[in-house]
Nanobody, 124 residues
Framework: QVQLLESGGGLVQAGGSLRLSCAVS????????MGWFRQAPGKEREFVAR????????FYADSVKGRVTISRDNSKNTVYLQMNSLKPEDTAVYYC?????????????????WGQGTQVTVSS
């Protein structure tokens, strides 16, 4: 059974930084492309970033491009999301997700496995 466990969320002031982690177990981590999504209260879950299986290809939502970096360490079965210059509108529950399909997939429904989420709150 594939399990994803996020950590690293918290409360930060605007302009600050956070690094989210997502540890994956139960399957060969390198067989998954990984994504980060977020969901703010009353809004739909939205795509944030995606990284390929080997980590050589990344893709970002326009709303976070230049402020966020997704990375992975296949030896640690972990994917990361480094977030800088945080804004109050970045406040949301952040989820990591795994997908076995090839390609740049940004739609939540196409991801196979999900973590439970970690709360990020950015104060103004």
């Amino acid at each position: 059974q594939v399990q994803l466990l996020e950590s690293g969320g918290g409360l930060v002031q605007a302009g600050g930084s956070l690094r989210l982690s997502c540890a994956v177990s139960g399957h060969t981590f390198s067989s998954f492309a990984m994504g980060w999504f977020r969901q703010a209260p009353g809004k739909e879950r939205e795509f944030v970033a995606r990284i390929s299986r080997a980590g050589g290809s990344t893709f970002y939502a326009d709303s976070v491009k230049g402020r966020v970096t997704i990375s992975r360490d296949n030896s640690k079965n972990t994917v990361y999301l480094q977030m800088n210059s945080l804004k109050p509108e970045d406040t949301a529950v952040y989820y990591c997700a795994a997908v076995s399909s090839i390609g740049v997939i940004t739609t939540a429904k196409d991801y196979n496995y999900w973590g439970q989420g970690t709360q990020v709150t950015v104060s103004s």
